[in-house]
């Protein structure tokens, strides 16, 4: 089993495991239909749907099957998100969700950046890669920037459950180990 950093430091934020005392935050950015459109999680509709996901984050984190960071900014000491990822070596993937009112300004890019570099600096890990749906322009971007590649698109591959009950075209991104 894994043992991951309980906090992820960059120039702009710190990534530590989320608590309970996050509900109100991740309810903020978890309801919004905005930022929810294309997760593979529904919409948050109510507080308790942030308290059970902050309940499931810290049980994953636990058993090892995922590791969670809550997204805060140094400045603000706010959340504004969360990046997860789950290793399953030689590979692992990840995902991230940020609030809508902090889009654009890096952030994203940042938080993904250090939680590949900490992945990547495993040495059994050779491939880390993410998805986002064909229409999520703004997250391929993200992915780019942050130094992954687009492999592809896998047809019909995952339920966007805001979106619609069908399963939706997907870009997967990776970034692989460059062979010794």
């Not at 504004?80 to 890096?106: K, M």
């Not at 966007?160 to 062979?179: C, Q």
Request: charged share 25%; hydrophobic share 40%.
């Amino acid at each position: 089993m894994h043992q991951a950093p309980a906090q992820l430091i960059t120039e702009r934020l710190i990534l530590r495991r989320p608590s309970l005392a996050d509900a109100a935050a991740v309810y903020e950015y978890g309801r919004d239909p905005e930022v929810t459109r294309y997760m593979d999680w529904t919409r948050h509709t109510s507080i308790q749907d942030a308290i059970e996901a902050l309940e499931s984050f810290a049980a994953q984190w636990e058993s090892g099957s995922e590791f969670c960071w809550a997204i805060t900014t140094k400045a603000e000491n706010t959340v504004i998100g969360t990046i997860a990822c789950r290793i399953e070596s030689p590979r692992a993937d990840f995902g991230y969700v940020l609030n809508r009112r902090y889009w654009g300004q890096g952030l994203a890019t940042e938080a993904v950046r250090a939680v590949l570099s900490w992945v990547m600096s495993l040495p059994e890990i050779d491939r880390i890669w993410a998805t986002c749906d064909t229409e999520n322009l703004a997250s391929a971007r993200v992915l780019e920037k942050a130094g992954l590649w687009r492999e592809g698109i896998l047809p019909c591959y995952i339920v966007r459950p805001n979106l619609s009950p069908i399963p939706r075209d997907t870009f997967i991104f990776a970034k692989v180990r460059e062979p010794v």
